[in-house]
């Protein structure tokens, strides 16, 4: 039988998402510095608006694509369809993402957000392309890929009602408020692509860095159908019906999933033969255990008697991006990075000294950790209770373990460039 | 892997070879490839010259086969010499984290 050195993705598919990511992280620390303020009023409004599509865009959907090029393959148990696509991609992503903050930050909703919006839907497509190419020529089948496919078409029906609302600013043609459609925008894209995402590359790398002896995937095959089934029903009240009612369901169908996945998680845990954890995967479950805060937030928001603050809303969506996908995130690049440079540093005929653990700083994720988490916490009780002191604190200690992350990302892909390690 | 019988005319060369390949490690799971039980039988045949070593991957898709294969080969050569190296690939029975060995199991804090 043969081995799969054909698996392993060319640099350009992966190492330029995780750089780009990395710099974006620091550019979106440096623009909530400058946007305190603007946390403090309603989550409508251009800057937050511009740093939550740089934080959609060049942060998250940015590293996820370059790390699903790197793990399609051997998800798949498929090369990757083409090389040559996810350069393609990179490309319009980056100048799809530019024009569009760019035009959110200044509020200009004219032809160049519209070229933006359209570039960043043609490079999701084409990525989408790649991925359901190499799936399908895989025979491969099983949750783990159903939740990644799906997570897929997800992404393109957010993209589109986002072009959809794009266009209702300029013409205003649809029934509704505006702010009616967001909730629908950004809740597909939350739980439709980043969540569905994170939890099938979840389920596959988690009992794999832990030695689990135990997957109990009926849960997984569970949560798949409750949160879709939440989602299709959310998306159809959402832009059809527009009754304003059932949420109560939806949103339990996508806790129900949720709570599924923790179980899956935790009898991963459970059964794993490495209890030792590295930084990375202590990060990981950070973040895994963080995604219970939006979750509580929105309960407490539904459950709310009166009119709820608007500042719950903003910490909701803060919650998501900046505590559960930031954290996450910073976590798994040093557990797949280091691995990515170590492959290419690498060659079969040697016996490998060298191991990807070599290639990064334990302590340093340690530190960018204790930086961020309660950085993020300050800030996130900063929107809660109004308070610019605990906020401008938070922002700080962000811009610090974003600086972190990016010169160590960085640094672990210059590694390549190390004459010390050219005769690896 | 099961364990190499002293009466095994191969004995010597074997538990060499054993030795040699745990300085292998799959840089992903970071243990080494014996006591994660990823090589499944040796033989030795000394007529033929023939050493032939059947292991398996972690998963079928394992970024990092192609450089464990390589070491299995190269440590196969030392322990060796002047023998044709046959590696076989398996995925029957399929590897699992219950292949670990106990010494394996420590080293991961289990």
């Known amino acids: 039988m043969e081995i799969a050195e054909r698996h392993i993705p060319a640099k350009k598919t992966v190492l330029p998402y995780y750089l780009t990511a990395a710099a974006c992280l620091v550019i979106i620390s440096l623009m909530v510095l400058f946007t305190v303020k603007d946390f403090d009023g309603h989550f409508f409004q251009p800057h937050l608006l511009a740093i939550t599509h740089l934080t959609v865009f060049g942060w998250g959907t940015m590293v996820i694509l370059g790390a699903s090029n790197q793990l399609m393959p051997v998800i798949a148990d498929k090369k990757l369809y083409s090389e040559r696509l996810p350069v393609a991609v990179f490309l319009l992503l980056v100048a799809g993402t530019c024009v569009l903050v760019h035009s959110f930050w200044n509020f200009e909703l004219t032809w160049p957000i519209f070229v933006g919006a359209f570039l960043i839907l043609t490079a999701l497509v ?58 629908v925008h950004a809740s597909i894209g939350m739980a439709g692509w980043f969540l569905l995402l994170i939890i099938g590359v979840s389920a596959r790398l988690v009992p794999m860095f832990l030695l689990s002896r135990k997957e109990v995937n009926i849960f997984l095959t569970i949560a798949y159908y409750l949160i879709n089934a939440g989602l299709i029903l959310f998306l159809i009240e959402g832009m059809i019906l527009r009754t ?59 459950l709310h008697s009166r009119g709820a603050p608007v500042s719950m809303i903003t910490a909701y969506g803060y919650s998501f991006f900046g505590g559960f996908i930031t954290t996450l ?79 160590h990302s960085v640094h672990v892909v210059f590694q390549l460039k190390n004459e010390r390690y050219k005769n690896y | ?36 039980g990823l090589i499944y039988e040796i033989e030795i045949d000394k007529e033929k010259k023939l050493t032939e070593i059947t292991m398996t991957l972690s998963t079928p898709a394992c970024p990092a086969g192609d450089y464990i294969k390589g070491g299995v080969e190269l440590m196969a050569k030392e322990a060796c010499p002047g023998f044709e190296i046959r590696i076989n690939l398996t995925f029957e029975p399929q590897w699992s984290a219950d292949h670990i060995s106990e010494a394996g199991r420590q080293e991961l804090g289990w």
């Open chain 1, 329 to 407: 995130i910073m976590g798994q690049t040093f557990k797949t990075l280091p691995f990515i440079v170590w492959m290419h540093l690498t060659k079969p005929d040697r016996l490998q000294e060298l191991q990807p653990k070599d290639l990064y700083n334990e302590h340093l994720v340690m530190l960018q950790l204790g930086l961020y988490l309660p950085g993020f916490l300050f800030f996130l009780s900063g929107i809660l209770i109004h308070s610019p002191y605990l906020m401008y604190p938070g922002c700080v200690m962000m811009i610090v373990a974003s600086v972190i992350y990016c010169a």
């Open chain 1, 126 to 183: 084409l990525h989408s392309i790649n991925i359901f190419v190499t799936v399908k020529r895989s025979s491969v089948k099983n949750i783990i890929i159903d939740f990644i496919m799906t997570a897929h078409l997800w992404l393109i029906v957010t993209a589109l009602i986002g072009i959809t609302l794009l266009f209702n600013f300029r013409f205003g043609f649809l029934p509704v408020d505006h702010l009616h459609y967001l909730k």
């Open chain 1, 244 to 302: 304003n009612s059932g949420y109560i369901w939806f949103i339990s169908l996508i806790a129900g999933g949720i709570l599924c996945y923790l179980f899956y998680i935790w009898q991963c845990y459970k059964s794993a033969i490495r209890k030792k954890m590295d930084s990375g995967m202590k990060t990981t479950f950070i973040a895994i255990s963080s995604i219970s805060i939006p979750g509580i937030i929105m309960m407490a928001y539904l």
């Open chain 2, 1 to 36: 892997m099961k364990d190499i019988k002293i009466t095994d005319p191969c004995y010597e060369e074997k538990a060499r070879l054993l030795q040699l390949l745990s300085l292998v490690r799959d840089p992903e799971l970071e243990l080494n490839i014996v006591d994660l």
